[in-house]
């Protein structure tokens, strides 16, 4: 079966791996560290608006975690109903509600900057907005008004920058960003993810909120080589869980950004074969002309019959889907909004097929051949 997704792991990063694991250190620690300063690094933000947790998931609850604590007025969170299912999980799990936005559906997937504005002009309860990044895409023309709108009218703006790894912007356009490192993203640690705060004052306090609570968080062993006294006591300022990655995992998300070019022109030039190799057939879907080489995902449009294609390309050997199935139709989320034509008709019509650094050439066309042999036998 050729997966929609797949890491791509060599020597090097075994070899990255191993020296951590040689260490006999293999928590959180300098390896950790040194993640953080490269990120902040990339996209050329301070240090101290950026940390580290065990999964893109657990920041986005970090998030509006916070979030929650500091706002009581405000409850309507606006957000794409075609978006990972965790950040809505969070919205909700937090006591807020969310408010689903169409999505373009035409040239790209994800909600225009319009529309969340049209949304906050008609809502004097808006706390904040959550953009996403599918698969990569970049934002509309209209963004600038967006955030300018938002600042004026004190709206908390989060990005979803889960597989947008190759930009020295997106996820830091507003005021908090996340990023996933989980085994199928383009860069993979294994798991584990990355936030970004555009307020240093209000990452330390996610920071605490990652670390059991702690303001500063070290091992007894690290505070024992500092001469501090009682090495062995913490103090938590706030009541909170442990959700820190380590080493191992930060390790290998290092090495593998030293490939990330490649990785992205891997599936860049996948992308473009698929579009020219599909063009002019019922498949080809406009909303796969990338403006941009962050590219993750690709969809093809079999109309009417998704789970008839679906079926055909699976007796292939092809495995399919659709990211992300929109929220408002799950049992939990219909209630908030169900009049989201284009999040209904996208999913109803449209295949995610595999597009990953691993793929081959000879399988790039047999997905090709496979497709257009379903329209001829048909």
């Given at each position: 079966?050729?997966?929609?997704?797949?890491?791509?792991?060599?020597?090097?990063?075994?070899?990255?791996?191993?020296?951590?694991?040689?260490?006999?250190?293999?928590?959180?620690?300098?390896?950790?560290?040194?993640?953080?300063?490269?990120?902040?690094s990339?996209?050329?933000?301070?240090?101290?608006?950026?940390?580290l947790?065990?999964?893109?998931?657990?920041?986005?609850?970090?998030?509006?975690?916070?979030?929650?604590?500091?706002?009581?007025?405000?409850?309507?969170?606006?957000?794409?109903?075609?978006?990972?299912?965790?950040?809505?999980n969070?919205?909700?799990?937090?006591?807020?509600?969310?408010?689903?936005?169409?999505?373009?559906?035409?040239?790209?997937?994800?909600?225009?900057?319009?529309?969340?504005?049209?949304?906050?002009?008609?809502?004097?309860?808006i706390?904040?907005?959550?953009?996403?990044?599918?698969?990569?895409?970049?934002?509309?023309?209209?963004?600038?008004?967006?955030?300018?709108?938002?600042?004026?009218?004190?709206?908390?703006v989060?990005?979803?920058?889960?597989?947008?790894?190759?930009?020295?912007?997106?996820?830091?356009?507003?005021?908090?960003?996340?990023?996933?490192?989980?085994?199928?993203?383009?860069?993979?640690?294994?798991?584990?993810?990355?936030?970004?705060?555009?307020?240093?004052?209000?990452?330390?306090?996610?920071?605490?909120?990652?670390?059991?609570?702690?303001?500063q968080?070290?091992?007894?062993?690290?505070?024992?080589?500092?001469?501090?006294?009682?090495?062995?006591?913490?103090h938590p300022?706030?009541?909170?869980?442990?959700?820190?990655?380590?080493?191992?995992?930060?390790?290998?998300?290092?090495?593998?950004?030293?490939?990330?070019?490649?990785?992205?022109?891997i599936?860049k030039?996948?992308?473009?074969?698929?579009?020219?190799?599909?063009?002019?057939?019922?498949?080809?879907?406009?909303?796969?002309?990338?403006?941009?080489?962050?590219?993750?995902?690709?969809?093809?449009?079999?109309?009417?019959?998704?789970?008839?294609?679906?079926?055909?390309?699976?007796?292939?050997?092809?495995?399919?889907?659709?990211?992300?199935?929109?929220?408002?139709?799950?049992d939990?989320?219909?209630?908030?909004?169900?009049?989201?034509?284009?999040?209904?008709?996208?999913?109803?019509t449209?295949?995610?097929?595999?597009?990953?650094?691993?793929?081959?050439?000879?399988?790039?066309?047999?997905?090709?051949?496979?497709?257009?042999?379903?329209?001829?036998?048909?």
């Amino acid at each position: 079966m050729i997966p929609l997704h797949s890491p791509s792991y060599d020597r090097k990063d075994l070899r990255a791996i191993g020296k951590v694991i040689r260490s006999n250190w293999t928590g959180l620690g300098p390896q950790s560290q040194e993640l953080i300063n490269e990120w902040a690094s990339k996209y050329n933000r301070p240090r101290s608006c950026f940390d580290l947790t065990n999964s893109a998931t657990e920041a986005i609850f970090q998030v509006f975690e916070f979030i929650a604590s500091t706002q009581l007025l405000h409850t309507v969170v606006i957000l794409p109903s075609v978006s990972y299912q965790g950040i809505s999980n969070a919205v909700l799990r937090c006591g807020f509600i969310p408010q689903f936005v169409d999505i373009n559906g035409k040239d790209h997937m994800m909600p225009d900057s319009r529309s969340y504005i049209d949304a906050i002009n008609r809502n004097e309860s808006i706390v904040a907005i959550v953009l996403m990044s599918y698969g990569g895409q970049q934002y509309d023309s209209d963004i600038q008004e967006l955030l300018d709108l938002c600042v004026a009218r004190r709206i908390y703006v989060i990005e979803d920058s889960a597989a947008c790894v190759n930009s020295n912007l997106m996820g830091t356009y507003g005021d908090f960003g996340i990023w996933s490192f989980d085994s199928l993203k383009t860069l993979s640690g294994f798991d584990g993810g990355m936030i970004y705060c555009r307020d240093p004052a209000i990452m330390e306090m996610i920071s605490s909120g990652l670390k059991l609570g702690y303001h500063q968080f070290a091992s007894s062993y690290q505070k024992m080589n500092q001469e501090s006294k009682k090495w062995w006591i913490n103090h938590p300022v706030i009541p909170a869980r442990r959700s820190i990655t380590n080493d191992v995992s930060a390790s290998l998300v290092r090495s593998q950004m030293k490939k990330l070019d490649k990785f992205c022109a891997i599936q860049k030039h996948f992308l473009d074969y698929f579009n020219f190799e599909l063009y002019g057939t019922p498949a080809f879907s406009p909303l796969n002309l990338w403006k941009n080489d962050d590219c993750f995902l690709y969809l093809i449009n079999a109309g009417s019959n998704q789970q008839e294609m679906a079926d055909y390309l699976k007796k292939k050997g092809i495995y399919t889907g659709f990211k992300y199935y929109p929220v408002h139709q799950s049992d939990l989320y219909w209630k908030y909004n169900s009049d989201l034509p284009k999040s209904d008709l996208i999913a109803s019509t449209h295949l995610n097929i595999p597009l990953h650094k691993n793929l081959t050439i000879e399988q790039a066309e047999y997905i090709v051949s496979s497709i257009k042999s379903y329209y001829t036998n048909s």
